[in-house]
C-alpha cells in the first residue's frame, strides 16, 4: 500500500480519487448481481445509518450556534449553497431533452441542492489561510440544514417520474438519515468526545462507505444496462455543464463576498465553504431518494463535480497561500 500511494504521490493523483475510479472500473467488470447484491444493498443501509448517527454524535451544536456570531458570514454561504445553486440548475433546464437526458438533469439539480462539505471546506480554508474557525462553523451549519433542505428542495425541483424521485422518498430519508443524526446529536453529550477523539477512523469508515456506495451504484447502472442509452456526446455535454457550473459558481461567489466587503479571510472561506459540494452527504442521499435502476446516472454529475472541485479549489487554496505569504512582511532583523 505504500508503494502504490507514494507512486500516486508522485504522478499527483489523490489516492481517494483513485479508489473512486477503481471501484467503477470494479462495478463495469464484476458487477453485483443477485443475492450478492441484496447482501450489499442491506450492508449500504446499516452503513449510512450509522454515518449519519456518528455525523450527529461529531458535530458539537453548541459550538456551532455559538459560532453563528459571524452571521453575514454564515448567511452568504448558506444562500449561495441552498439558493444560487439552485438556480443555477434551473438555467440548465433548456439543455433537456437534447442535450441531456432525464436522469443526468435531475443528477445536476440533486447536485445543486447538496450541502457543503466539511472535511474539504476547513482543509482547503486553513491552505489558502482564510477564517478557519468561520469555515467550522459554516460547514457544519450547511450539513445541518442540509440533511433537512437537500430533500425538501430535490421535492420542489425534480418531477416525480417513473423511476426516478419520490415523494416518498421524503419520509425514507426522514426516517434513514435524518433520525439517526438527530438520535447522534442527542447521545453527543455521552459519546460525543470518544467520536472526535476518533476522527482519523471516522474519516477512514466515511470513504469505506463512499467506496461502498459507488460499487453498488454503478453495479445497478450495469446490471440494468443504464450506460448503453449514455452517449459520448451527452457525457461530453454533462462535463462541460459541470465545469461551468463550477465556474460560475466561484465566480459568483466571489462577487457576493465582495460585495459584501468580507475581509480576506472571510473571502477565502466564503469562497470554498460556497463552491464545494458534499459527496459523503450525497451519495447516502441520493441511494434513498432515488430509484435504483437510474441511481448511478444519477450520481454521475456529482462525481465528476466533486473531482472537479478537488483539483481546482486545491489550486486556487495554493494560490492563496503564496498571495498570503508575499504579503506578510518581513521579521524584523535582530
Known amino acids: 500500500m505504500r508503494i502504490i500511494s507514494a507512486t500516486l504521490a508522485r504522478l499527483h493523483v489523490d489516492p481517494y480519487i483513485a479508489a473512486i475510479l477503481c471501484s467503477v472500473g470494479i462495478a463495469a467488470m464484476f458487477p453485483a448481481r443477485g443475492g450478492f447484491a441484496a447482501v450489499l444493498d442491506h450492508a449500504g443501509t446499516v452503513a449510512i445509518t450509522l454515518l449519519f448517527f456518528l455525523y450527529g454524535a461529531r458535530l458539537r451544536t453548541a459550538e456551532t450556534l455559538r459560532g453563528l456570531g459571524h452571521w453575514r458570514l454564515h448567511t452568504a454561504i448558506s444562500a449561495v449553497t441552498f439558493l444560487v ?19 443526468l438533469y435531475q443528477g445536476v439539480v440533486f447536485l445543486c441542492v447538496l450541502p457543503s462539505t466539511v472535511q474539504s471546506s476547513i482543509t482547503l480554508t486553513s491552505i489558502g489561510r482564510g477564517n478557519e474557525a468561520g469555515a467550522i462553523c459554516s460547514a457544519s451549519l450547511s450539513n ?33 438519515l435524518l433520525l439517526p443524526f438527530l438520535l447522534g446529536q442527542a447521545a453527543q453529550r455521552w459519546i460525543g468526545d470518544v467520536v472526535r477523539a476518533r476522527r482519523r477512523a471516522l474519516s477512514r469508515y466515511d470513504r469505506a462507505v463512499i467506496l461502498l456506495m459507488v460499487y453498488t451504484a454503478f453495479s445497478r447502472g450495469v446490471v440494468n444496462d443504464v450506460w448503453d442509452g ?23 461567489t466571489a462577487l457576493i463576498s465582495r460585495l459584501g466587503g468580507f475581509s480576506r479571510p472571510d473571502h477565502v472561506t466564503m469562497l470554498f465553504c460556497g463552491s464545494q459540494k458534499s459527496l459523503a452527504s450525497g451519495l447516502p442521499m441520493a441511494t434513498v431518494l432515488f430509484a435504483d435502476a437510474g441511481i448511478s446516472t444519477v450520481v454521475l454529475p456529482l462525481m465528476l ?3 472537479l472541485q478537488l483539483l481546482v479549489c486545491s489550486w486556487l487554496a495554493q494560490r492563496f497561500a503564496s498571495a498570503a505569504e508575499i504579503a506578510e512582511p518581513a521579521p524584523a532583523a535582530a
Do not use: K, N
Not at 445553486?85 to 436522469?103: G, H, R, T, W
Not at 425538501?152 to 422518498?169: M, R
Open 85 to 103: 445553486f439552485p438556480v443555477l440548475a434551473l438555467f440548465c433546464l433548456p439543455l433537456v431533452p437534447a442535450l441531456l437526458s432525464e436522469p
Open 144 to 176: 445541518l440544514l442540509g440533511v433537512v433542505l437537500t430533500p425538501l428542495l430535490a421535492t420542489v425541483l425534480i418531477s416525480a417520474g417513473d423511476g426516478g424521485f419520490s415523494l416518498e422518498s421524503v419520509r425514507d430519508i426522514a426516517l434513514r
Open 230 to 252: 449514455l452517449a459520448a456526446a451527452e457525457i461530453g455535454v454533462l462535463a462541460l455543464v459541470i465545469a461551468a457550473l463550477l465556474a460560475v459558481a466561484l465566480a459568483l
Open 305 to 307: 463535480y466533486h473531482q
